[in-house]
């Protein structure tokens, strides 16, 4: 893992609390430090503080997804306005930390980004019977609403067009697809993508699928993802 955090408080502690949870940590305290430990010896997942020195921590992420990097980056931020988070997604960030944070937040936050990078256990189970509106799915394509997504490839697109996504934005889309047509409540969603509840006053998952909404949505259109309110969210074509 790499930790790249100007405080050196915060950078101390954190890596410390990191460390004592079984990763090994590599700590720097810039985003200069950090592209050059990045592309030296590759992390399995990065942790950036948004505000740093010189080059902060939405710079580090462009310019590693720009490089074709796809290492799950979680963010540190202190801004808490909505634009400011659509901004580290903008900047292919996978998650957030607000601070102050607990802990035990960007513990369960990496798990879930590295339970997601990690190839899915080999089963036997009979598959799920079907629902309404059932995608249509075959091999490693998936399909519903005018959607059609390549799993092993991870691309997506609506109809012609192709869909530039981040990780967690193609883990939402495919939870969505694959439910087509049902109403998946919050709890659900959020155990499913980040494989923890943050609780009823967490805004990450409006957050996601606002800026999901944004890309998939097209002038003329129907609406694609629909809220349901004080419930969830659900896909259909309207």
């Known amino acids: 893992m790499l930790l790249a955090e100007d405080d050196r408080a915060i950078r101390h502690a954190l890596e410390r609390a990191l460390t004592l949870e079984g990763y090994e940590v590599t700590a720097v305290a810039d985003g200069v430090e950090a ?3 990045a592309h030296r010896n590759p992390p399995d997942v990065l942790v950036l503080d948004v505000m740093m020195p010189g080059i ?3 710079q580090v992420c462009r310019v590693l997804r720009a490089g074709g990097d796809r290492t799950p ?3 540190l931020t202190a801004l808490v306005e909505t634009a400011d988070r659509i901004a580290g997604l903008d900047a292919g960030a996978d998650d957030y930390v607000v601070k102050p944070f607990d802990v ?3 513990f369960a936050r990496l798990r879930a980004l590295l339970r997601r990078t990690s190839p899915p256990p080999a089963t036997n189970a009979a598959p799920e019977a079907p629902v309404r509106e059932t995608p249509q799915v075959s091999g490693r394509q998936l399909e519903a609403a005018g959607l059609r997504m390549d799993l092993q490839a991870r691309r997506a697109w609506r109809g012609r067009r ?5 990780r967690t934005e193609f883990e939402l889309l495919e939870l969505l697809v694959r439910n087509a047509g049902i ?3 919050h709890s659900t969603i ?3 993508i980040w494989g923890y509840d943050f609780g009823p006053g967490s805004k990450n998952l ?3 699928v606002g800026y999901l909404r944004r890309k998939l949505d097209e002038p003329g259109a129907p609406l694609l993802i629909h809220t349901v309110r004080g419930v969830g969210y659900v896909l259909r074509e309207d």
């Not at 192709?162 to 981040?166: Q, S, Y």
Request: aromatic fraction near 8%; charged fraction near 30%; charge should be negative.
């Open 206 to 208: 409006a957050v996601y």
């Open 190 to 192: 959020y155990d499913r």
């Open 183 to 185: 109403v998946l409540d």
């Open 35 to 37: 592209l050059a430990q």
């Open 56 to 58: 902060d921590g939405l």
């Open 104 to 106: 035990e937040e960007v």
């Open 162 to 166: 192709e869909l530039e996504l981040t």
């Open 73 to 75: 980056i979680l963010m």
